[in-house]
C-alpha cells in the first residue's frame, strides 16, 4: 500500500468548470490532495453530464504534485458504475485513486475493486488505481475493520461526520462542528474507531470537512484534536483551509529533530553498546520510544522537515511558503 501525503485533501465539485479550472491552474490550491466529486457537490441532473468535466480537467491540468483523486457515487447508487467507467476509461492513467462515499459493508468495496480489476486489464493501464473509503453510516462504522481489510488497493479511511450525523439522527446541522452542550468530544468514538481499523491494517486515516470555512479557529480546534490522536490529515472545503492544514498535520519542527535524535541515541545503543535502553536526555528510551519517534519521524520526513532540519543545522533555514490561496479565488 501507498503512503502518501495527505494533510490537505480539498474538494472541488466536478459540475462547475470555473472551480476545475481554478484547481488546475492553482496547482489544486496548495493541497497536498484533491478529489474532483460526483457525488454530493453535484446537483442530482448534471451528474452524468460533470463525468465529463471531471476528466477534461484530468487530462488537461498537470495539478503539481498533489495526489489526484475522483469521488464517485456510492456503490448503491445508480451512478456508481458509470462514474466508474468514464472516469477511468477517460482519464485512469491520470488518476491516482478513486474515493467510495457510504460505504456500508465489503459488498461495496468487492464490486469497485473487481470492477477496477477489469478496467485495468482491458485498458492496460500501468499504475494500480487505489481506493480512499468513506465511512458516513452506522453501518459504516460497526463494519469499519471488514471494510479496512477487503481489497489491498484501499489507502485511506475518512470520515463522512455530515451524512453520518444525519444517519443517526444527531441533532446537529453544521458538519463536522464541536457541540459544546456535550460533555467530551462527541466525535471521539468514531475517530478513534476508523484510527483503529486503518492502523491495524496499514492505512491512513483522514478527517472530513469543517464547513464553517470562514472560521479557522474552529478548523483549527477540531483538526488538532484528529492530529493528536494520530491522524494523518483532513478534508478542506476552500482554498483558505489548507494552509491551517498543512500546518496542523505537519509535526513541529522540534519534536521532528527530538524524533530523529531518539532513533539516533537508540541505535547506538543497541548496535554499538549492546544495551536495550539508554537515557537521552532527562528521559529514558528504549524500544517502545524508538517505535513511537518513528512514527513522527516518518510522517515529518513526508511534510520535508527531513530538508528543513538540514537547512536549520546548515544555518541556511528559510521561512516556510504557504499556498497562494488569494490567487485561488473563492472555492465557496
Not at 481506493?131 to 453501518?139: K, P
Not at 494520530?230 to 496542523?248: C, M, R, S, T, Y
Not at 533555514?317 to 490561496?325: D, K, M
Amino acid at each position: 500500500m501507498t503512503i502518501r501525503l495527505r494533510r490537505s485533501c480539498i474538494s472541488v465539485p466536478g459540475s462547475s468548470e470555473k472551480m476545475l479550472r481554478k484547481a488546475g491552474e492553482n496547482a489544486a490550491f496548495g493541497a497536498d490532495q484533491f478529489f474532483l466529486d460526483l457525488e454530493d457537490a453535484v446537483a442530482p441532473g448534471v451528474k452524468e453530464a460533470a463525468r465529463a468535466n471531471v476528466v477534461s480537467a484530468l487530462n488537461e491540468y498537470e495539478f503539481g504534485d498533489a495526489v489526484r483523486v475522483v469521488r464517485v457515487n456510492a456503490a448503491d447508487h445508480p451512478n456508481c458504475y458509470g462514474d466508474v467507467i468514464s472516469v477511468i476509461e477517460g482519464a485512469g492513467k491520470r488518476l491516482d485513486c478513486l474515493m467510495m462515499p457510504k460505504v456500508d459493508n465489503v459488498s461495496h468495496v468487492h464490486f469497485v475493486d473487481r470492477l477496477l480489476d477489469q478496467l485495468e486489464a482491458t485498458l492496460g493501464l500501468k499504475n494500480h488505481i487505489g481506493l480512499e473509503l468513506q465511512i458516513e453510516t452506522a453501518e459504516g462504522l460497526i463494519n469499519v475493520n471488514e471494510i479496512a481489510s477487503a481489497s489491498s488497493r484501499t489507502e485511506t479511511i475518512i470520515f463522512g461526520p455530515g451524512d453520518f450525523s444525519a444517519n443517526i439522527g444527531m441533532p446537529a446541522l453544521t458538519v463536522g462542528a464541536i457541540d459544546e452542550r456535550y460533555p467530551g468530544d462527541i466525535w471521539h468514538h468514531v475517530n478513534m474507531s476508523i484510527l483503529m481499523a486503518a492502523r491495524a491494517f496499514g492505512l491512513q486515516a483522514i478527517d472530513g470537512p469543517y464547513s464553517l470555512i470562514r472560521d479557522e479557529t474552529g478548523l483549527r480546534e477540531v483538526a488538532k484534536r484528529t492530529y493528536l490522536m494520530g491522524f494523518d490529515g483532513k478534508w478542506a472545503l476552500h482554498p483558505d483551509q489548507v494552509a491551517p492544514l498543512n500546518e496542523i498535520y505537519t509535526p513541529p519542527l522540534e519534536a521532528y529533530e527530538r524524533a530523529e535524535g531518539i532513533m539516533a541515541a537508540y541505535k547506538k545503543a543497541t548496535e554499538e553498546d549492546k544495551i536495550g535502553a539508554v537515557m537521552f536526555g532527562d528521559e529514558m528510551i528504549d524500544e517502545a520510544s524508538r517505535k513511537m519517534a518513528e512514527q513522527l519521524a516518518i510522517k515529518g520526513r513526508l511534510s520535508g522537515l527531513d530538508k528543513k532540519l538540514a537547512e536549520k543545522r546548515s544555518g541556511t533555514a528559510t521561512a516556510v511558503a504557504t499556498p497562494a490561496a488569494a490567487a485561488a479565488g473563492e472555492q465557496a
